[in-house]
Nanobody, 124 residues
Framework: QVQLVESGGGLVQAGGSLRLSCAAS????????MGWFRQAPGKEREFVAT????????YYTDSVKGRFTISRDNAKNTLYLQMNSLKPEDTAVYYC?????????????????WGQGTQVTVSS
């Protein structure tokens, strides 16, 4: 089983930037697709971005395309989410997740390990 620990969340003004990190340990990080999800108060956890095991393939939900970038450093066992031009509607707890497959996925059920989450708050 892989263990995931997110960091980098915080409070930022609208238009600002944050970079989230997710440190992985346990199961070999470099052989699995990874993803970022988020959950706002009173809402379901939703897909944000995903990346395949090599980092050559990425996919984003429409609301973050052009603003967020998912990347990974397999040598450091770390996943990243660079978030630019942040909006108040991006406020949520952000979770990284490890897929059971080499490909990325938009489907929660394809992920079998989750971090504890990191809070991102964007003020207007």
């Amino acid at each position: 089983q892989v263990q995931l620990v997110e960091s980098g969340g915080g409070l930022v003004q609208a238009g600002g930037s944050l970079r989230l990190s997710c440190a992985a340990s346990g199961r070999t990080f470099s052989t699995n697709g990874m993803g970022w999800f988020r959950q706002a108060p009173g809402k379901e956890r939703e897909f944000v971005a995903t990346i395949n095991w090599t980092g050559s393939g990425t996919y984003y939900t429409d609301s973050v395309k052009g603003r967020f970038t998912i990347s990974r450093d397999n040598a450091k066992n770390t996943l990243y989410l660079q978030m630019n031009s942040l909006k108040p509607e991006d406020t949520a707890v952000y979770y990284c997740a490890a897929s059971a497959y080499r490909t990325g996925s938009r489907t929660r059920n394809d992920f079998d390990a989750w971090g504890q989450g990191t809070q991102v708050t964007v003020s207007s």
